[in-house]
């Protein structure tokens, strides 16, 4: 006789408008994700119905608002409430946004809530970090991206769940695009043998591309021919335009949503950031077989091994970042060596489908002492 298979856990994610690493984490959960196990809802900002219908999850329109608004968020709680309230086996929020919603309406409905932090946690007012630590308490498990997002959490004042790092996770760089690297070149009037720096993330300040513009001039005195492209939206897209106006090798290519194409294009990738939950453009990188120059801050010192799949330096020190790039720029050998190395690191620590795994684990084992509790 056939065992009978237990029902899917019955799993509601919530997340407010997100771009960048957010958004890739939560498409490669949700497109590994064996339905048998776990049945996801997605609830939030209306931005993310293609990715759902794409993926075939069902969707649930929540508007969250991307910062604090006690309006907003009281009926964004009762809304949620009433989603929940009988429908789920457990919620995951994902964000402080998604933690301080979540949390609360889990809470009232009854459900067990488990929250991933994906970012460094920013300096916080008293009232902030009261309800931050309120919202905690409705918290059975934090799962946060990296160590350093997790020290970030233990400096504070707060009532801390138990905590579980997850690396996120990509799979090996493959482009599926019908754009070639060829195509981008002349798209981007590059010449075919000019070497190419590539910067990809949201156009914010903390992302750091203001600084790898400064540091791209420097470069230009050592690898004349040099082209800097630089892949993604944001606030400060009028800014860099106008950092970059007088330089016809500096390149703002904007938003795609396959930057795969253009980690093949690259001879080296950027990472300039301010602050880093964990860097998932590094991953990317690593995975296309690329060596990276990126400062020391954040979850980056835990993602990239310091002179074996990129140089790691001081932060905000233009000058040594240019040097960087130059030395790899000019040894087609060394880039070879970083490039394997940071492949074969990926394929060894940070496997999506281990990320997945490890995440439904979670699922299950809160599932457990929920069950324990109740008996």
Known sequence: MASVLPPPIRLAIVMRPAMGGMRTHLETFLSLLNREQVAPTLIGSAEFAPLAQRLNTPYTVLEITSKTSLQADIQAIRQLTKLLAGNFDIVHGHGIRGLWIGSFAAEKARIPFVATAHNLLPKTSFVQELGLSIALRHTRRLITVSEAVMQSFQKDDLDLPPIKVIPNGVSLSHNNSSTTPADLRKQLQIPEMAPTVLG????????????????????????????????????????????????????????????????????????????????????????????????????????????????????????????????????????????????????????????????????????????????
């Open 200 to 375: 990809v993330g949201r156009l914010e300040k903390e992302k750091g591309f203001d600084q790898l513009i400064l540091s791209f001039g420097f470069l230009r005195s050592e690898v004349p021919h040099a082209h800097l492209v630089i892949v993604g939206a944001g606030s400060e897209d009028e800014n860099l335009s106008d950092m970059a106006s007088s330089d016809g090798q500096i390149h703002l290519a904007g938003h795609t949503a396959d930057p795969t194409p253009y980690f093949q294009l690259a001879d080296v990738v950027a990472i300039p950031s301010r602050s880093e939950g964990q860097g998932i453009v590094a991953l990317e990188a690593m995975s296309a077989g690329k060596p990276i120059v990126a400062y020391r801050v954040g979850g980056l010192p835990e993602t990239i091994e310091e002179g074996i799949t990129g140089y790691l330096l001081n932060p905000s020190d233009v000058l040594e970042f240019a040097q960087s790039l130059a030395l790899l720029l000019k040894s087609a050998p060394l880039r070879r060596s970083m490039g394997e190395a940071g492949r074969a690191r990926v394929v060894n620590r940070y496997s999506a489908l281990k990320m997945v795994e490890q995440i439904v684990s979670v699922y299950q084992q809160v599932l457990r002492e929920v069950q324990e509790e109740t008996r």
